[in-house]
């Protein structure tokens, strides 16, 4: 792979934004959210409005924040190119809910040389235990990080730092002729919500991308296909020193069985690649009424539905040995996003003529989770997934590398002029 390294004025440009973007709050709640309240936090709101106040200065027009908290703006094109298809580029406002994003307290490591990174709380980052972080200090790359405290934030406020620092630059340098370009930051995208209000009444594009990857040259056009199951399991509570047999039914001991007999070997933590998994979210209950919220994710439609089927008979299983009621509620939260991206070849072309122009070999991998470009692509917008530079999302040792940044600036800023050239064809 070829290294880029875009110049030191737009790489200060790109670590400034991306800083100043990692301190402001904008976590999302997971709980709010399934409870249909949008935006799940008021803190996402507030950074909505920073970034809409960001793009003016950018120079898009029509910018707006909607009473939902979608970001929206057009980049109009240059003069002769208003017949080139226009595109949307598409990044998350939220950070998740699983781990802080309160105070951010970014911290700057140049020419990172491998040594092991020792942040708070016992936090600390070894080039031994992660193959990306000893690639970037072979590189003798800039990363951040947090202080140990926090997650950082690079997912996705490294897709939003990215898509707001080429706009900026494709508008200051007439030169790179270029049709509209549109933008939407939405809300909630952790909690799988953020395309539920997607003001699609604006959108004139008919493809997108999302910038919420991870390392650079990767390029992602599959994810899981992804249900929900929400299984509650009835019991029969009494005073435990009558209970005796028969007289007490325990549904959080029926629960706890459901989830000892999920198997071992398809778990997040012991699955890779396009091996699929059951994941158990939360539990909840007493001996009357207990609940378990398991995520099914699969590549395939046939082994999403063996999981369901499987999800049935180890929770009905369970019920039966203690003699407990159970319900299940299944539900579709997104699907496996590449049968619609193959049949648009064009939308992925471009992408790969970007990347190549940006020196970056292309990587294709699937996504072991989803994006907001899986729910809208689902409605029919091709929308193929960009890197971001970020890595170990989600955890306090999450950090970004400056020139993988700058990789995916150079992407995106390619990708303008060869939609151009696409169009001539």
């Not at 406002?93 to 942040?119: M, N, Q």
């Not at 509570?237 to 325990?250: V, Y």
Request: proline share 3%.
């Amino acid at each position: 792979m070829k290294i880029f390294s875009s110049n030191a004025e737009l790489q200060a440009r790109i670590l400034n934004r991306f800083v100043k973007y990692v301190k402001i709050w904008s976590e999302s709640s997971s709980q709010n959210a399934e409870n249909g309240i949008v935006p799940s936090t008021p803190c996402q709101r507030q950074f909505a409005k920073i970034l809409a106040q960001d793009l003016k200065a950018c120079g898009l027009k029509n910018v707006s924040v909607n009473a939902d908290c979608y970001v929206y703006g057009i980049l109009p094109a240059t003069k002769g190119m208003e017949n080139v298809p226009s595109f949307c580029l598409i990044s998350h406002l939220d950070t998740v809910d699983e781990v802080s994003g309160k105070d951010v307290k970014p911290i700057i490591h140049a020419a990172f040389d491998g040594t092991r990174i020792d942040l708070k709380d016992g936090v600390s980052l070894d080039v031994k235990d992660d193959l990306y972080l000893a690639m970037a200090a072979s590189h003798r790359d800039t990363i951040i990080t947090a202080d140990g405290t926090t997650l950082l934030g690079a997912d996705d406020k490294a897709g939003i730092t990215e898509i707001v620092t080429a706009l900026e630059y494709i508008k200051e340098h007439k030169e790179i002729k270029h049709g509209a370009i549109e933008v939407i930051f939405s809300p909630d995208e952790e909690t799988g919500h953020g395309m539920d209000k997607v003001p699609l009444e604006l959108l004139k594009s008919k493809f997108a991308y999302t910038v919420d990857g991870g390392h650079a040259g990767q390029l992602e056009i599959e994810c899981f296909n992804a249900y929900s199951a929400r299984v509650t399991f009835i019991g029969k509570a009494t005073h435990t020193g009558e209970a005796r047999k028969g007289g007490m039914i325990n549904a959080s001991c029926a629960a706890a069985k459901f989830i000892e007999n999920l198997p071992v070997s398809e778990r997040p933590e012991t699955t890779d690649g396009y091996q699929g998994f059951y994941v158990v979210i939360c539990v909840s209950g007493t001996v009357e009424s207990a609940e378990v919220f398991v995520l099914l994710r699969d590549f395939t439609e046939q082994g999403m539905n063996d999981r369901i089927e499987k999800v049935k008979k180890i929770a009905a299983a369970s019920a039966d040995s203690f003699g407990a009621l159970v319900d299940i509620e299944f539900k579709c939260q997104y699907k496996n996003m590449r049968p619609v991206i193959e049949a648009s070849p064009v939308v992925v072309e471009n992408l790969e003529e970007a990347y190549k122009a940006a020196g970056l070999a292309v990587e294709y991998c699937p996504i072991r989770g989803g994006t907001d470009g899986s729910r809208l692509t689902e409605m029919g917008i091709p929308t193929p997934n960009i890197f971001t530079g970020g890595h170990n999302f989600h955890s306090k040792t999450e950090w970004a590398s400056l020139w993988q940044m700058s990789a995916a600036v150079d992407v995106l800023i390619n990708l303008a002029a060869v939609v151009v050239l696409q169009n001539k064809k």
